[in-house]
């Protein structure tokens, strides 16, 4: 049995809730130790990090002539100071530049907001598929495969093809812009987990508690409403979660893939090609997408609280 | 109530992150607004990479109102991806497209109906540049080396001259190179592609861990292909061979579109600095120094012209179609097999617009060009 299994890596503790009064203090040390063991992984990181380049031969570590180690030199790993010091410092000598980590914030957060309309999408559509799936039995057995399918489309074939269509579509005064292509293949590897675990979801109730409703001539809308949809919240939310990831990746590829000037895909190529001359600088936007990663999941997390009545028991997606 | 108190927070913060999102995308959108005023014809321009000094003319043309002057109103997309430009073209995404000659004839002999228009380097800026003590000085010592090359038709001008030594690609070792130059200082690789322009300012603004200084030129050997035979024509102005045929307003469109851009080029030839300055706001992340580099090592690669500026010589046009006949890369593969059509490239939009720019009085064959002095800082900073 599963029951009450924690979800700790959201800082959300799910408690049963019949002990509400008593539990305050150790819900308290319990967050408290959270952020604790959070740092102190943190810091194991960077130990491990200034160690290895310390300790490390120059060359690498090599089994062959295979390179299982990366080398060492300040071009290959930096000194975590020195990449810290460089997020402090302008971008570039022009005039009137920002710090490193402004420009690498102000890309992170609107890849963040096209990650969001993906996700957003992906949600809709997902939730919608797995309705229609769990409604009609043929629907699931019709649509599943080509569902699956989908996810195996490469997104390097499939980028061009969203791109050049968008830059066909004019409605009226709605012209499609760029960041819509990203936001579309976003939401492209968004829904499939959402897709799969909101079906799970609802599918979930026990057969006794359908017929229980069955029994009180309860239709279609009430069950879903009162039963299924309440069911589906602890396989919804690892499965939203796992979404808002796939969005961030696919937003950040996407960017790459299409070309679109401002996020932080653009930004990982562009400070990659200075990387020889200027190598704490490629590290910018590689903390900026990590930082975007860890606000996605924590965006999620929050809905996790408001829904928590609903998190009995959650099943790893 | 302690619980639903920090619900409600949760659910403000929730609401508060979804609008500072929303927000974020809604100054997304008003960005690609190109002030559409009456009268002018809206012209897409693809470019092959991200915006940098490597495009200033084009930049400079709208910054500097040259494409307004001629009834255009240019919108130039980006690159940097998957996004191929001939295919952006012949699919109909863009009007003109900038890319290199031997890529372009790949994608004409499968099918693709376009038209270089002109020819706006007249030289190969590819360099491969080894240790001045590597003993690499020419392409017939790469026999048994680690060469680098990026790929993706950035190759052929490699296997060409290398053709033309006798070797082939089983005869070295190919390495693909990333977007900077950390292998080849960290010698995973013998022999590195660099452009003029842009990797090899990369490898002298870059510190030598020995001395703690800059990278200088006597560190390397440079090998240049505008030096052998096997260099090949790199960007020009591609059009929709059909639409160049039957569509008259395009055709008139050609004509001021290569005006304009001329015009935009002369700018950056006589205002490096100021051109500069324009790729940085058009959105290259380069510093001032690497970015004047590039402007200036381009203006190199175009100027002086002397049939005049994008003007086809058809003896480098011939010579970059046996090198693309003569290479085969490590896969086996050619660019091309046969001679392209001859539709494959035409003198007569670009003769056209330097005729009336003449007419003007606007020297278009840059007789008084000289490149600029600059000092390159660590990281083009």
């Known amino acids: 049995m599963t029951a009450t299994r924690n979800d700790q890596r959201g800082e959300v503790a799910v408690r049963p809730a019949n002990q509400s009064g008593a539990v305050a203090n150790p819900a308290r040390t319990r967050l408290l130790g959270g952020f604790l063991w959070g740092i102190a992984g943190v810091a194991l990181i960077a130990l491990i990090w200034e ?105 390097i074939a499939f980028a061009p093809i969203v791109k050049s269509w968008g830059s066909r579509v004019e409605i009226g005064s709605f012209e499609w812009q760029d960041w819509m292509s990203v936001a579309l293949i976003a939401s492209y590897l968004a829904f499939f987990p959402i897709t ?122 | ?51 940098q000094g490597q495009f200033a003319g084009y930049f400079a043309a709208v910054d500097q109102g040259y494409f307004e002057e001629e009834g255009l109103s240019v919108e130039i997309i980006p690159s940097g991806g998957d996004i191929v430009p001939q295919d952006a073209l012949a699919n109909g995404d863009v009007d003109y497209a900038v890319a290199w000659v031997p890529k372009v004839l790949g994608s004409i002999e499968q099918g693709a109906n376009l038209t270089d228009i002109a020819q706006i380097f007249q030289k190969s800026g590819t360099l491969q540049v080894s240790w001045a003590d590597s003993g690499i000085d020419s392409v017939a010592d790469f026999e048994g080396k680690k060469i680098g090359s990026w790929g993706f038709g950035n190759e052929w001008e490699i296997f060409a001259a290398m053709a033309a030594e006798g070797l082939d690609s089983s005869t070295v070792q190919i390495i693909t190179q990333d977007f900077n130059m950390n292998a080849f ?8 592609q660099a452009m003029t322009y842009n990797e090899y300012a990369q490898l002298l603004e870059s510190t030598d861990p020995d001395t703690g200084e800059l990278y200088q030129p006597e560190d390397f050997n440079v090998i240049s292909y505008e030096d ?19 569509d008259e307003d395009y055709q008139e469109t050609t004509v ?82 046969t001679a392209p059509p001859a539709t494959a490239w035409s003198n007569d939009w670009i003769m056209q617009a330097l005729e009336e720019l003449e007419a003007e009085g606007v020297d278009t064959t840059g007789s008084s060009f000289a490149p600029i002095d600059v000092t390159l800082l660590e990281g083009g900073n």
Not at chain 2, 313 to 324: H, L, P, S
Request: with cysteine; net charge negative.
């Open chain 2, 256 to 337: 001021a579109f290569l005006k304009a851009v001329v015009k935009g080029w002369i700018f950056a030839a006589e205002n490096p600095e100021d051109a500069a300055e324009g790729t940085v706001a058009a959105g290259s992340g380069w510093g001032p120094s690497h970015e004047l580099w590039m402007v200036n090592e381009t203006n190199k690669l175009i100027w002086p012209a002397e049939n005049g500026i994008g003007v086809i010589d058809e003896a480098a046009w011939d010579r970059t179609v046996e090198g693309a006949i003569s290479a085969v890369n490590e896969t086996g593969a050619s660019p091309i097999t």
């Open chain 2, 185 to 192: 200082l960290q010698g995973d690789i013998d022999a590195a």
């Open chain 1, 196 to 317: 799969v675990g909101a079906l799970k979801g609802l599918q979930s109730p026990d057969r006794i508690h359908v017929e229980l409703f069955d029994t009180y001539a309860a239709g279609y809308w009430p069950t879903l409403v009162r039963l299924r949809l309440p069911a589906a919240v602890p396989y919804l939310l690892p499965a939203l979660r796992l979404g808002a990831a796939n969005a961030v990746i696919g937003a950040v590829v996407a960017e790459v893939s299409t070309g679109l000037q401002g996020g932080i895909g653009r930004l990982l190529i562009q400070f990659a090609g200075q990387a020889s001359g200027d190598p704490s600088k490629a590290w910018g936007p590689i903390f900026g997408a990590i930082v975007l990663g860890l606000v996605a999941a924590g965006s999620v997390a929050l809905l996790g609280i408001i829904l928590k009545d609903y998190r009995r028991t959650e099943e790893a997606a």
């Open chain 1, 51 to 155: 160690g290895y380049k310390f300790f490390g031969p120059d060359n690498g570590v090599l089994i062959g002539e295979l390179r299982v180690l990366p080398r060492t030199t300040d071009l290959a790993m930096p000194h975590l100071w020195d990449m810290m010091t460089r997020l402090a410092e302008p971008v570039t000598r022009a005039d009137g530049a920002l710090p490193l980590w402004a420009v690498v914030a102000l890309a992170a957060l609107m890849t963040l907001g096209i990650a969001a309309a993906g996700w957003a999408v992906g949600v809709i559509v997902g939730v919608a598929f797995a309705l229609l799936m769990q409604r009609w039995r043929l629907a699931e057995f019709g649509l599943l495969p080509w569902i699956v399918i989908s996810q195996t489309v490469p997104l």
């Open chain 2, 1 to 51: 109530m302690k619980f639903t108190k920090r619900r409600a927070l949760a659910a403000g913060a929730f609401a508060v992150t979804a609008a500072v999102l929303l927000a974020a995308c809604s100054t997304t959108t008003d960005e690609g607004d190109s002030g559409s005023a009456d009268e002018l014809t809206e012209i897409k321009l693809q470019l092959q990479w991200l915006p």
């Open chain 2, 228 to 246: 052998t035979v096997g260099a090949m024509l790199q960007d020009a102005i591609w059009a929709d061979t059909e639409r160049l045929d039957s």
